[in-house]
């Protein structure tokens, strides 16, 4: 699942590779009198590049994905993903200015993204003591779906034919629940083992 998350924002990468090419291909800071007088397109805090290329910058941004530390390695790992989205951010705010942006690229997907990436960091960040407790919870709750429909089984067998009717949508219902309790425990444990493989 993390390594799917990554994979997809190495994707949005190379997408705005792509886009930052068009972009200095059409030669648009030349059209402007202020950015020809510059001599980096970005603060010296946000990227250690100097150019008036951006394609540049994507590369540097490139990097810092390629360069991200171990997970394990907590603080540096929020920092640099903390970098890599403001990076992105610097990026698609230069080339959302452009044509080049409407046609390949839009903000509200990518606002969407990042939330997503956000979020999926923060779970990738998780400790295996909390992922443990995750795990443990929904293997309690697991337990308690599977006596529910026992329970309701035991009834079914006791119940006239308009009752028998209402209890087994009740355990189609429980069913659906335990289906989604046994997908919860199947993430939780592909990242427990992510998250030891890792150490």
Same mark, same amino acid.
């Given at each position: 699942m993390?390594a ?5 924002l190495?994707? %949005? ?8 090419k ?8 030349d059209?402007?009198?202020?950015m020809?007088?510059?001599?980096r397109?970005?603060?010296?805090t946000?990227?250690?590049t ?15 994905y390629v360069n991200?530390p ?5 603080r540096?790992?929020e920092?640099?993903i903390e970098?890599?989205t403001t990076?992105?951010?610097a990026?698609?705010?230069v080339?959302?200015?452009?044509p080049?942006? %409407?046609?390949d ?6 606002v969407k993204?990042?939330?997503y990436y956000?979020k999926?960091?923060?779970k990738?960040? %998780?400790s295996s003591?909390?992922l443990?407790q995750e795990?443990?919870?929904?293997k309690e709750?697991?337990r ?7 329970d ?8 006239c ?19 989604r309790c046994r997908?919860?425990?199947?993430a939780?444990e ?10």
């Open positions: 993390n799917q998350i990554l994979e997809r190495h994707i %949005q990468i190379e997408k705005i590779k792509r886009d930052a068009a972009f200095d291909n059409a030669k648009w800071f059209k402007n009198r202020y020809r007088s510059k001599h397109l970005f603060d010296a946000l990227f250690n100097r150019s008036m290329i951006l394609l540049d910058y994507v590369d540097e941004l490139s990097e810092t991200l171990p997970i394990t390695h907590r540096s790992y920092y640099a970098r890599l990076q992105l951010e990026v698609i705010r080339l959302k200015s452009t080049v942006w %409407q046609k690229l839009d903000s509200n997907k990518f993204k990042k939330t956000k999926a960091v923060k990738i960040m %998780q003591h909390e443990h795990l443990a919870k929904n709750f697991e308690r779906l599977l006596v529910m429909i026992e309701k089984k035991a009834l079914l067998h006791r119940a034919d308009d009752k028998a009717s209402e209890i087994n949508l009740e355990i189609l219902s429980i069913h659906g629940r335990l289906g997908k919860a425990i199947s939780t592909d990242n427990i083992k992510f998250s030891e493989k890792n150490k």
